[in-house]
């Protein structure tokens, strides 16, 4: 540690690691925040969807007529006008034949889930556009529903896009290493019927919404929303509503949570610029709760037929075959990116070498799909989890040290998986003991060996073990899509010295919460040796100011790696100009500059130095002062592009390094099962987080406790349910039970630090989390139940559930597993 | 045909400042306040008085302001998340949220922050039920409450040793 002294004024200004205040609080406090509820504009219209109260139906006729006769209604926009206004349908992710699939703003001739939309109206006011929505009078021929993953495969199941002539959006087959082979010499072979992960959704707690105002003057297409991934929404709707990238402006200041469910707000932006260009005036949509329930986009149900687990009598695992069935509701929104993005963690947390899935993602009629906080990893990781908590259950081997046994070792990183990705760092097994210790599992045990039969209680103590894989390669892409041109990821952001001295920073990260004006005026802060209160981070997404990058945005959990490492580039290349100004301005080399409290000056002479305002004066101002060369090259305003170093994966293998980094959370729960209700109560709850370099482990230790909330809430609460006519049971916060604070647990949360050698500052994107508690708490239900009872095999357990798996009478193969041992 | 319903004229004090307008009858307080009166800071989560991002104090009670109509505040006294702080200094409610990381997206927060007020003007020594209780109205999607329910305990202190400096 140097000692600060006069002569060597080195002393840092860095905050890196350190709960500086948040930039983004003062304003959110106290009303401030501009969320896009918040825009206004003159002229404005609002809009309304009116939407399919069917599952699927066949739409006989539309007559807008009664709505228009309303005062005060502008205009209503159809399906089949939309169509005709548009230039192409949504381009589609997908390969041949769902590749053929025709998705327009607004259904046309059919509609495939219940609350899509076949019109929206314009009106003066929020309360006329939803009386107006209600006098569009639409006739439907309702047709049979599909709403189940696997029968949706079935050939003779009802057809939602005819065009494509199946429902079957993707099917593949992943195979690596020799899964047979290891099932036919395994000594135990453990086969599980059928697994499944449910529907649910982050719910942000402000529902989607948009202003668009197509301007006739300038022809450009402004739109202020809460999308979260503006760039890939521009690139999905612009050549369908036939405006050049360069005529859309998306702009975002405060997002109020997003989840990945924001990025699902495409086709009703493009329903509204058609809208506002036919009404001639902005329109202005602010989502309904009820409407963000049926259509905003829900997270991925997934179900596991015919699992089967190779296991050594010595506790070895060697792998794993299923068949998954994903179901992506009505539309490919996304999809089906999510049939890949999983093999990011294949074998789970576990050294698992032989791993094959064969993989069918089905349309049915259901809300489709989008990305929600651990998209598509942790429907897999929960089934990773399961098999280990199943096989430890009919073997008879202690979860803990099957887990510790089976579990990549601190020694084994950068590990690479069957397919070819590569953990960066992580110790599974110490944060796993970090995370008994803070439940202090002995207790527990002591406590489960004294509850005897009669006393109506049981004890479980459970494990989640996740990856949050960050950063992703979009190369990925072309393993679901060999002709798809995507690959590699990227962040940009501008560092300028601004006239008076002043550093000013624009990232186009669009936030939701994780305070990235605080973390990157963290990191520049570092580099400019200055406090990050004196840094102004631009807030917020503006397309036509920030540089475009496709990948853009804060998803996957990858803005500490892109969004810190494109500002601390931008920085060390601002950093590099002011110090060559400084040399030239004092006429002294630039390795005896030194920089502090932005005041550049010459190491050991404190007379001699320059201020920053008049190091921006000789750029801005005063530029005859420098020599020609310099004047050309130097701006005071500089950007970097962060990228990082990936290779194109290989679609014949289905192989390659899908994601650059691999944050881990090891939680541990203890739950008390009431016998005669079937209530799980929650006793006492850790997570170990392991995120690599902490930027400012509050906003970590935040981020930690969302995710958990958010998994806990799905795993007991939380369901998205149609019935067999495709009607959405659960549409309000009445039916739909979001978490509240007295559901909660409190939260203990530990942490270790493992570097990551892949990034620029040691960190690892964090935040999506895995879906920790969905595994923790079947397997603490699991372990609660008896050796011979029930296997847990649904990821959303209410009270009926557990009551039911508790009375079970079912016995051995009749339970839906079977062991079979040589 | 829809009937819009009729229009009437209310006053009422709006953070301490007299205020007059016309309403819709059947316009919700919340959307009065955010649309009409141009406050941006009380939220709308959802259309059933399920999330408290709307609350506001109505004469001294707390209230999910897309529970009541516009009309129903005529005569009444409405302090929004707007007349807390003053001169920019935040409350220590406030100030608490700020210091416990009690917020992240910050949509939620306009609304828990009214409750915890409430709470502390009525309850200035909460047990941790009573401030688990206070937030039950409210639905935060980011935090888990648990940064929440710490801001509320640690505001409560603030303002108990700020009394004692006080006495």
């Known amino acids: 540690m140097s000692t600060p002294s006069i002569e060597t004024p080195t002393e840092t200004r860095s905050t890196i690691g350190q709960n500086v205040p948040r930039v983004e609080d003062r304003r959110l406090l106290q009303g401030q925040g501009q969320f896009v509820d918040d825009v206004w504009m003159h002229r404005t219209g609002h809009a309304h969807f009116v939407r399919s109260p069917h599952g699927h139906a066949r739409i006989v006729s539309i007559d807008v007529s009664r709505a228009l006769s309303l005062d005060g209604v502008y205009t ?75 029968k949706a495969a079935d050939p003779d199941a009802p ?32 086969e599980i019927d059928r697994l499944h ?81 036919k ?55 996304y999809e089906p990116l999510g049939a890949v993005i999983w093999t990011q963690v294949s074998p789970g947390c576990y050294r698992m070498k032989h791993v094959h899935v064969e993989y069918t ?120 899509n060999p002709d798809l041109p995507f690959s590699g990821n990227g962040e940009a952001c501008f560092a300028k010295l601004d006239l008076y001295g002043e550093v000013n920073i624009n990232l186009g990260t669009t936030p939701q919460g994780q305070g990235h004006e605080t973390t990157a005026a963290q990191v520049v802060g570092a580099i400019l040796n200055m406090p990050p209160d004196q840094i102004q981070v631009t807030a917020g997404f503006n397309q036509q100011q920030n540089t475009y990058v496709a990948f853009s945005g804060t998803y996957a959990s990858q803005f500490a790696v892109t969004g810190l490492g494109a500002a601390q580039g931008a920085a060390e290349k601002l950093r590099a100009e002011i110090i060559e100004l400084a040399a030239y301005a004092l006429q002294a080399d630039a390795d005896q500059i030194e920089m502090a409290d932005g005041m550049c000056s010459v190491r050991g002479d404190a007379e001699r130095a320059i201020p920053y305002i008049g190091i921006a004066n000789m750029i801005y101002s005063n530029n005859a002062v420098l020599t020609p060369e310099m004047r050309d090259r130097l701006s005071l305003n500089c950007r970097h592009v962060y990228t990082p170093p990936f290779q194109v994966p290989d679609p014949e293998t289905k ?66 349910e149609y019935d067999e006519t495709g009607q959405l049971q659960q549409a309000s916060f009445y039916d739909y039970h979001a978490l509240t604070a007295l559901d909660a647990p409190d939260i203990k949360v530990g942490d270790i630090e493992s570097p990551s050698p892949f990034t620029p500052n040691g960190a690892k994107g964090m935040g999506e989390g895995g879906g920790a508690p969905l595994h923790a708490i079947c397997s603490a ?35 839906g597993v079977k062991v079979t041992s040589r | 045909m829809v009937d819009a319903g009729t229009v009437q004229a209310v006053e009422f004090t709006l953070n301490g400042e007299k205020t007059k307008a016309t309403v819709e009858s059947r316009q919700l307080l919340v959307h009065f306040i955010r649309d009409t009166l141009g406050m941006k800071g009380t939220h709308v989560g959802c259309d059933t008085g399920s999330c408290g991002a709307c609350s506001v104090i109505v004469d001294g009670k707390l209230v999910k302001s897309c529970m009541m109509l516009a ?92 009394a004692e400096e006080a006495a």
Request: charge should be negative; aromatic fraction near 8%.
């Open chain 1, 76 to 150: 209503v926009l159809t399906g089949e006008e939309a169509k005709e206004m548009c230039a192409v349908p949504f381009f589609q992710i997908a390969p041949a034949p769902a590749a053929a699939l025709e998705e327009w703003p607004l259904a046309v001739d059919k509609v495939r889930y219940h609350g899509d939309a076949v019109a929206v109206v314009l009106a003066e006011t929020r309360e006329l556009a939803r009386d107006a929505a209600e006098l569009v009078d639409v006739e439907y021929e309702p047709l049979p529903a599909v709403v189940d993953t696997v």
């Open chain 1, 279 to 333: 009404a001639g005036r902005p329109a202005k949509w602010t989502e309904y709760r009820t409407d963000h329930m049926l259509s905003a986009g829900q997270g991925n149900e997934r179900t596991f037929l015919d699992t089967k687990v190779a296991v050594q009598s010595d506790g070895t695992i060697l792998g794993f075959k299923t068949r998954a069935f994903d179901d992506a509701g009505a539309y490919l929104h």
């Open chain 1, 197 to 277: 992960f449910h529907r649910f959704s982050s719910t942000p707690l402000e529902c989607n919404g948009a202003v668009v105002h197509w301007d006739p003057g300038t022809n450009i297409v402004s739109i202020s929303s809460n999308n979260q991934m503006p760039m890939f929404a521009s690139m999905v709707i612009g050549p369908t509503i036939g405006v050049a990238s360069n005529r859309l402006s998306f702009t975002s200041q405060d997002i109020g949570g997003a989840f990945g469910i924001k990025i699902g707000s495409y086709p009703q932006i493009a329903a509204l610029a058609l809208l506002s260009k």
């Open chain 1, 361 to 480: 993602e089905t349309m049915t009629n259901k809300c489709p799909t989008i990305p929600n906080r651990g998209y598509s990893r942790l429907q897999h990781l929960w089934l990773t989890e399961r098999i280990i908590d199943i096989v430890a259950h009919e073997l008879g081997f202690d979860p803990v040290a099957l887990r510790k046994q089976n579990y990549v070792q601190p020694e084994d990183y950068p590990y690479e998986t069957p397919n070819g990705c590569v953990y960066d760092s992580g110790d599974l097994p110490r944060s796993l003991d970090i995370a008994l210790e803070m439940i202090d599992v002995e207790k527990w045990r002591a406590k489960q060996r004294e509850l005897g039969h009669g006393s109506g209680k049981r004890i479980g103590i459970g494990i989640g073990s996740t990856l949050d894989s960050g950063t992703n390669n979009f190369g990925q892409a072309r393993i679901v």
């Open chain 2, 71 to 162: 009309p129903q505040a005529d005569g009444a006294e409405i302090e929004t998340v707007e007349g807390l702080a003053q001169g920019g200094e935040l409350t220590p409610v406030q100030q608490a949220f700020h210091e416990q990381h009690g917020l992240q997206c910050g949509y939620c927060t306009p609304g828990i922050v009214m409750a915890a007020t409430f709470l502390l003007r009525r309850n200035p020594n909460p047990t941790e039920e009573d401030i688990r209780r206070s937030v039950r109205g409210n639905i935060c999607r980011c935090t888990g409450y648990v940064n929440v329910l710490r801001s509320i305990e640690a505001a409560a202190q603030a303002g108990r040793a700020g």
């Open chain 1, 781 to 815: 239900i699991q372990n609660a139940l008896g050796p011979e009872d029930a296997v847990v095999s649904d990821s959303h357990n209410p009270w009926e559930r557990v009551w039911t798996l508790v009375h079970s009478g079912e016995r051995g193969e009749a339970r």
């Open chain 1, 159 to 190: 057809i939602l896009h005819d065009v494509v002539g199946t429902n079957v959006a993707w099917h593949g087959e992943y195979d690596w290493g020799d899964i047979d082979f290891a099932l036919q010499n395994a000594d135990h072979v453990v």
């Open chain 1, 655 to 720: 192989t390659g390094n899908l994601t650059l980094t691999y944050a881990s959370q090891i939680h541990a729960c203890v739950v008390e099962i009431d016998e005669e209700t079937g209530e799980v109560k929650i006793l006492d709850y850790a997570a170990v987080d392991d995120c690599g370099k902490r930027i400012h482990p509050q906003i970590v230790e935040g981020q930690v406790h969302g995710a958990t909330a958010l998994g806990i809430g799905a795993a007991l609460y939380e369901a998205f």
